[in-house]
């Protein structure tokens, strides 16, 4: 579609513990994972050098909504997480429903033969990938971005 904006992006998984990161190609074809972020003092720093070194022109940031699209416990800290990133890394940050990404990284993992034990260290980045990957493909069928812009004033 010619309203696909070309570049790559990073997609972002909040956890209380850790955060996935995930990217996509330039053509926004797949997404594949990149890193877990230990979610501590540097979480945000390392995400900006991430997104740096992979040249990504915009965040996309999974926002946990409940599957009536109604808030979570997790809906408010991926919230200001996101307007944290906005405001330290400089990219733009878009919030976009992530509805089963964790759900979905879980049953993949789960059908690939790894044990919940043995998934803890990357099932935020596929995770991460996987709310890519649906971004991605709001993007392609609507010819609009997904999600809602984040504001990168300072709070």
């Known amino acids: 579609m010619s309203d696909f904006r070309r570049g790559v992006r990073l997609g972002i998984d909040v956890g209380r513990v850790r955060v996935g990161v995930a990217r996509s190609d330039p053509d926004g074809l797949l997404a594949t994972p990149v890193e877990t972020v230990p979610r501590d003092d540097a979480a ?3 995400i900006r050098a991430l997104a740096d070194e992979h040249s990504a022109f915009e ?3 999974g926002l946990p909504l409940n599957m009536r699209g109604e808030d979570t416990a997790s809906t408010e800290d991926a919230r200001t997480f996101a ?3 906005a405001t330290a890394s400089g990219v733009p940050v878009r919030l976009v429903d992530e509805r089963l ?3 979905s990284a879980h049953a993949a ?3 690939s033969g790894r044990t919940q034990r043995s998934s803890r260290s990357i099932v935020d980045q596929v995770a991460a990938v996987v709310l890519l990957q649906q971004a991605l493909d709001v993007e392609k069928s609507t ?7 984040v504001s ?3 709070a």
């Open 44 to 46: 945000l720093a390392r």
């Open 59 to 61: 965040l996309l940031v």
């Open 83 to 85: 307007a944290a990133l």
């Open 101 to 103: 990404s964790t759900v």
């Open 109 to 111: 993992l789960r059908s």
């Open 143 to 149: 010819g609009r971005p997904p999600g809602i812009p």
């Open 152 to 154: 990168q004033e300072p």
